[in-house]
């Protein structure tokens, strides 16, 4: 078992208090123990941010970019390692490891054309011998916290453009499967990235307090769940901070009478069991637009959830693989019990799945309820486990009015082979992100990433354009060279062309 440090200012630190078990959720083992930082560890962290601002703010944005032209290529080239990693501790497939870096790497392309994004607006002669423009300056030090569902993911989402932007970066990555965020940040050195820029600090609710009490940590960027969310965001604010908190989900996929079912069938299946339904953009709900289609669903869904690949996250060629914890397979099952206690029709039930040769590992099977209701727990609450209840309804309105009234509006999508159907939908449901036809409508890094409602507390969403806006603080200049042989008198009036 070994132990896994911090990354603070190019060192590993050990750290000296307490620590937390790392487990592989195939086996039930535990693997590594990981540092838990105290509020004085953080502080070297944030103390080697704030020393190696000055010259990073001044680096010119092509010289910042070249970092990450190389720590893409090292990601690439470390891939195989990084998915194992990712496999181990999440439990995750390792194609769904793969996956979920290559989404990443994505954002790393992005934030290579950090000289482009930040070059700002020029006007000449906005007034007599006068020029405007506008300057895309960085914040200083800022943080992310981030959860155990993408461990590489989302944590590209955010720092490498926060770098890009001259920011120096503390991360707080989730503290169940830390290895790979470390493994990862340990090639962003290597790219040349200047110590103290980036530091990962691993912890838990100490940790992240002691970033929100920080005077000098100017903005957070969260990714978690939304009780979480809530709180940094609340406390966060009150200090004066920028923050951005993207909390919980759930994800509905609306089933027309005239959807093509088989792919719909095909779309449901990964995205409602993917990576266990451990993603923020996991369909949960199938909401069928009449009895027929519903029908239809079950009779073509069931069978294949039966034919579920189930096993170690580290196999290759599985469909999933376990869930994180002990305890978040129990609080999936308990959902489970709640489900049948409240009525609804369980159709496939993955509660005493036995893996042979992990038999102690946390895995539960595909799971499908039909005719459930907006008043069960398994509707109203985010399960994050592999679960799918279908809710039955009359027409597309009612459909929508569904998906409106849900305290989440993170992600959805419409099968349908109606143009007039799907435009309704688009405009007028009450959800960040929408696919049609598309079942994980996760935008690419140069769009941005954002739920509405209680999925995302703050004013701009996640990486992309959004992402320049939250990690830069815009500055006008306007500049005038009087002409040397003018004399000019005093103006009372207010200043304009008129
Ligand atoms: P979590 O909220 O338990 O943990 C997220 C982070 O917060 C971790 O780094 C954790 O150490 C820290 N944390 C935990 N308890 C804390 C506390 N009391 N005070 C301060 N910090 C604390 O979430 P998780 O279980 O790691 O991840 C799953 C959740 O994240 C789900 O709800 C999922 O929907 C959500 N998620 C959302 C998005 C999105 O983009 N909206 C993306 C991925 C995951």
Redesign the pocket.
């Known amino acids: 078992m070994s132990h896994i440090p911090h990354l603070i200012n190019g060192e590993r630190v050990a750290g000296t208090g307490r620590t937390a078990d790392v487990f592989n959720p195939s086996t039930g083992e535990v693997i590594h123990q990981v540092a838990l930082a105290d509020r004085a560890t953080m502080q070297q962290a944030i103390d080697a941010a704030k020393a190696a601002f000055p010259d990073w703010r001044k680096t010119p944005p092509a010289k910042r970019a070249q970092v990450m032209f190389r720590f893409k290529q090292l990601l690439e080239e470390h891939e195989g390692a990084i998915a194992k990693l990712i496999s181990e501790e999440h439990g995750k497939t390792l194609e769904d490891a793969t996956g979920e870096l290559k989404r990443g790497i994505e954002n790393v392309e992005f934030a290579c054309g950090a000289p482009q994004i930040l070059k700002g607006e020029y006007s000449r002669n906005v007034g007599p011998n006068i020029d405007a423009w506008s300057d895309l300056q960085p914040i200083g030090v800022v943080a992310g916290?981030?959860?155990?569902?993408?461990p590489a993911m989302?944590p590209l989402w955010m720092y490498p453009l926060a770098i890009v932007c001259g920011n120096c970066f503390i991360l707080?990555?989730?503290?169940?499967d830390p290895s790979s965020t470390l493994y990862i940040a340990g090639l962003l050195l290597e790219a040349g990235l200047p110590k103290g820029v980036m530091s990962v600090v691993h912890?838990?609710?100490e940790?992240?307090?002691a970033l929100i009490a920080a005077p000098e940590v100017k903005a957070l960027s969260?990714?978690?769940?939304?009780?979480?969310?809530e709180?940094?965001y609340s406390e966060g604010t009150k200090r004066g901070k920028r923050v951005q908190a993207?909390?919980?989900?759930k994800n509905h996929a609306v089933l027309m009478p005239d959807a093509d079912l088989d792919n719909a069938v095909s779309a449901l299946m990964g995205a409602a069991y993917g990576s266990c339904g451990?993603?923020?953009?996991a369909i949960s709900v199938a909401v069928c637009v009449g009895d027929q289609i519903a029908d239809a669903l079950v009779q073509k869904i069931t069978p294949q959830i039966h034919e579920l690949k189930i096993g170690a996250g580290t196999s290759c060629g599985l469909d999933m693989g376990p869930l994180?914890t002990a305890a978040?397979k129990d609080k999936v099952a308990g959902y489970i019990d709640a489900g049948v206690a409240a009525g609804a029709e369980l159709v496939v039930d993955g509660r005493g799945l036995s893996v042979s040769g992990n038999e102690n590992g946390y895995f539960l099977g595909g799971t499908l309820f039909d005719r459930v209701t907006p008043e069960m727990t398994i509707y109203s609450d985010?399960i994050?486990g592999p679960v799918l209840c279908i809710v039955r309804v009359n027409s597309l309105e009612d459909a929508m009015q569904l998906i409106n009234d849900h305290e989440y509006g993170?992600g959805t999508c419409i099968f349908t082979r109606d143009g007039e159907s799907a435009r309704l939908f688009c405009d007028e449901i009450e959800v960040g992100m929408v696919g049609v036809n598309v079942p994980l409508p996760v935008p690419v890094s140069y769009h941005s990433?954002?739920?509405w409602k209680r999925?995302?507390f703050g004013d701009l969403h996640?990486y992309g354009p959004d992402g320049v806006r939250f990690y830069t603080r815009k500055k006008a200049i306007t500049q005038r060279w009087p002409q040397r042989a003018s004399h000019e008198a005093a103006q009372f009036a207010f200043p304009s062309n008129g």
Do not use: H, Q, W
């Open positions: 916290i981030t959860p155990f569902n993408f989302v707080k990555p989730s503290e169940r912890g838990d609710k940790a992240v307090d969260f990714v978690g769940s939304t009780p979480i969310a709180y940094i993207l909390g919980g989900a451990e993603r923020c953009m994180v978040a985010e994050f993170n990433f954002g739920g999925s995302l996640a």
